[in-house]
């Protein structure tokens, strides 16, 4: 009994997943994520502090 009721959640879930992603306008989820990534890469460039050079010479 077990395997099936954690089995039906998983099936009606998915089954809910594919009829919205066909009738909605649903957001390409990684294309978001590396736009994110890509735009916290650029701050993270222009914003670091400088490195410390050691003129010991």
Do not use: C, W
């Amino acid at each position: 009994m077990g395997i099936i009721k954690s089995s039906f959640s998983f099936i009606v879930g998915t089954t809910f997943g594919v009829y919205v992603a066909q009738n909605y306008n649903v957001p390409n989820v990684r294309k978001l994520f590396n736009t994110g990534l890509l735009i916290a890469k650029h701050i993270e460039e222009n914003y670091r502090k400088p490195k410390k050079r050691d003129d010991d010479d």
